[in-house]
């Protein structure tokens, strides 16, 4: 994000950044940088790429607002050094991901947004150097009431680059000409044809029917062009809604005992389903991701839960046992229980969130009745 902008172009960008950061989902990974002469992270304490959940998010957009409010420069944007500053920490973020086990990227998409007043400078040497492969493309946002006449150096920049160039001369054009990186990142779908279900994060319905989450499906264009090439436009996507409700009903109560409980997770770690996560009153303009950390209690200095938890995301299936603080059902005593956890992945589903959904089971071993409940539903 280019700080040598002032006024009305500065506001425009601090909204735009906003919308942008917003777009993003559990399974992103992001920061911002702030650049003119030189270039630097918007947090100086977030030196590298976050998972763009709730909290970070908020955060980002927290600090770029005090930012914007109490920085102003007069020094020249210098994109040569933005570049080269964003093509390192992208390199390092993808090597991250395929020499590592800290479950850090995916080594899959790799973008930068950039939003600026528009420049002479296409960086040509610099994309020739990090982004020869095109592994990275560009999206240029020309922001600003004057973006309407294109800034030709950094249009190249997102041209050499497979990226996109846009402009957003007001407020009004934010919340769309945000969004046009999209369709440029969904053309390999399309011409693989890859249709792919996705779960959302729980959230509170505001109709009223409570927690639920919903099953989306990506619609494309698959007819010819005029000189015969493939589609690559994606014309939308269908969705449907399910209840939590609906599944904790599926779960067999009888089967598991007093003291046992079942709870799902989706590939983030983050809650689907658990006999302690209460729905809030009102409406929830963000998914409430609470983390399975968050909700299970076990004694101070152990790791059997953050083993588990990793385990559950890394798709394995197995039984572990450890000491679990396990409320009564009227919720007014704790016990010290040895509980044992059964937990898979549910098969022959389509309820997954990229590295898909794990259900664990205490006190007893039933995921085979579980899975085939669970399928039940889906079908």
């Given at each position: 994000?280019?700080?040598?902008?002032?006024?009305?172009?500065?506001?425009?960008?601090?909204v735009?950044?906003?919308?942008?950061?917003?777009?993003?989902?559990?399974?992103?990974?992001?920061?911002?940088a702030?650049?003119?002469?030189?270039?630097?992270f918007?947090?100086?304490?977030?030196t590298?790429?976050?998972?763009?959940?709730?909290?970070?998010?908020?955060?980002?957009?927290?600090?770029?607002?005090?930012?914007?409010?109490?920085?102003?420069?007069?020094e020249?944007?210098?994109?040569t050094?933005?570049?080269?500053?964003?093509?390192?920490?992208?390199d390092?973020?993808?090597?991250?991901?395929?020499?590592?086990?800290?479950?850090?990227?995916?080594?899959?998409?790799?973008?930068?947004?950039?939003?600026?007043?528009?420049?002479?400078?296409?960086?040509?040497?610099?994309?020739?150097?990090?982004?020869?492969?095109?592994?990275t493309?560009?999206?240029?946002?020309?922001?600003?009431?004057?973006?309407?006449?294109?800034?030709?150096?950094?249009?190249?920049m997102?041209?050499?680059?497979?990226g996109?160039?846009?402009?957003?001369?007001?407020?009004?054009?934010?919340?769309?000409?945000?969004?046009?990186?999209?369709?440029?990142?969904?053309r390999?779908?399309?011409?693989?044809?890859?249709?792919?279900?996705?779960?959302?994060?729980?959230?509170?319905?505001?109709?009223?029917?409570?927690?639920?989450?919903?099953?989306?499906?990506?619609a494309?264009?698959?007819?010819?062009?005029?000189?015969?090439?493939?589609?690559?436009?994606?014309?939308?996507?269908?969705?449907t809604?399910?209840?939590i409700?609906?599944?904790?009903?599926?779960?067999?109560?009888?089967?598991?005992?007093?003291?046992?409980?079942?709870?799902?997770?989706?590939?983030?770690?983050?809650i689907?389903?658990?006999?302690?996560?209460?729905?809030?009153?009102?409406?929830?303009?963000?998914?409430?991701?609470?983390?399975?950390?968050?909700?299970?209690?076990?004694?101070?200095?152990?790791?059997?839960?953050?083993?588990?938890?990793?385990?559950?995301?890394?798709?394995?299936?197995?039984?572990?046992?450890?000491?679990?603080?396990?409320?009564?059902k009227?919720?007014?005593?704790?016990?010290?229980?040895?509980?044992?956890?059964?937990?898979t992945?549910?098969?022959?589903?389509?309820?997954?969130?990229?590295?898909?959904?794990?259900?664990?089971?205490?006190?007893?071993?039933?995921?085979?009745?579980?899975?085939?409940?669970?399928?039940?539903?889906?079908?």
């Amino acid at each position: 994000m280019s700080g040598s902008t002032s006024g009305i172009t500065s506001n425009l960008i601090k909204v735009s950044v906003s919308e942008a950061i917003d777009t993003l989902g559990d399974d992103d990974f992001v920061n911002v940088a702030m650049f003119n002469d030189n270039t630097t992270f918007l947090d100086p304490k977030l030196t590298t790429f976050v998972q763009a959940n709730l909290r970070n998010k908020q955060h980002l957009k927290k600090q770029l607002k005090e930012y914007m409010e109490n920085n102003a420069t007069e020094e020249m944007a210098n994109y040569t050094r933005a570049l080269e500053f964003a093509f390192i920490s992208l390199d390092k973020l993808m090597d991250e991901a395929t020499t590592s086990d800290n479950g850090k990227g995916a080594d899959c998409n790799s973008v930068i947004l950039m939003f600026t007043d528009g420049g002479p400078d296409s960086g040509e040497e610099i994309i020739k150097k990090y982004n020869d492969q095109k592994r990275t493309r560009i999206f240029v946002y020309n922001v600003g009431p004057n973006a309407m006449v294109s800034s030709d150096g950094v249009k190249e920049m997102a041209c050499l680059t497979n990226g996109y160039f846009s402009n957003i001369p007001s407020i009004g054009a934010v919340r769309l000409t945000t969004l046009d990186y999209i369709p440029v990142l969904s053309r390999p779908l399309v011409l693989a044809g890859n249709r792919t279900y996705q779960w959302s994060n729980i959230y509170l319905d505001a109709l009223g029917l409570g927690m639920m989450t919903t099953l989306t499906l990506p619609a494309f264009n698959k007819t010819k062009l005029p000189d015969g090439s493939a589609n690559q436009q994606l014309l939308g996507v269908v969705g449907t809604d399910v209840t939590i409700k609906g599944m904790e009903n599926l779960v067999p109560k009888a089967r598991i005992g007093p003291e046992g409980y079942a709870f799902g997770i989706n590939s983030n770690g983050y809650i689907l389903i658990h006999p302690r996560l209460k729905g809030q009153l009102g409406y929830l303009s963000d998914p409430p991701n609470v983390d399975l950390l968050e909700v299970e209690v076990i004694p101070k200095g152990s790791d059997d839960l953050v083993n588990l938890r990793k385990a559950m995301i890394d798709e394995m299936t197995n039984n572990v046992t450890f000491i679990s603080l396990v409320m009564s059902k009227g919720e007014r005593y704790v016990h010290n229980i040895s509980m044992t956890y059964s937990y898979t992945n549910i098969n022959a589903t389509s309820f997954r969130l990229v590295c898909g959904f794990q259900i664990i089971v205490a006190g007893a071993n039933i995921k085979h009745s579980f899975n085939f409940s669970w399928h039940s539903l889906f079908l």
